[in-house]
């Protein structure tokens, strides 16, 4: 089971980037996924996270100018971000908790490689 992230880049300040998981491998279910950042110096923190139902959770500093979505039949999260700032440069990690079919009643976290965005003019 593996985690696959895209769509950083380097963008200037107010401009908007979309970050692309995809889930794959031997998958049973997929409860939350998310998005996590780490900064240089920084600790990583949560930027949005969505239910498999569809309910969503931002960070305080991303509200109103990011957008979380998940499209289940592709097993894939996505992160549109507009309105980027500076201090929104950071190493964006994609985030799931998943049941594979050789443990079905053990949901675990996986993470995928990240990918950076950086947010510069």
């Known amino acids: 089971v593996q985690l696959v992230e895209s769509g950083g880049g380097l963008v200037e300040p107010g401009g908007s980037l979309r970050l692309s998981c995809a889930a794959s491998?031997?998958?049973?279910?997929?409860?939350?996924m998310g998005w996590r950042r780490q900064a240089p110096g920084k600790e990583r923190e949560l930027v949005a996270s969505?239910?498999?139902?569809?309910?969503?959770n931002y960070a305080d500093s991303v509200k109103g100018r990011f957008t979380i979505s998940r499209d289940n039949a592709k097993n894939t999260v996505y992160l549109q971000m507009n309105s980027l700032k500076p201090e929104d440069t950071a190493v964006y990690y994609c985030?799931?908790?998943?049941?594979?079919?050789?443990?079905?009643?053990?949901?675990?976290?996986?993470w995928g490689q990240g990918t950076q965005v950086t947010v510069s003019s």
């Open positions: 491998g031997s998958i049973f279910s997929i409860n939350a």
């Open positions: 985030t799931s908790t998943m049941a594979t079919m050789t443990r079905k009643d053990a949901a675990m976290d996986y």
């Open positions: 969505i239910t498999s139902g569809g309910s969503t």
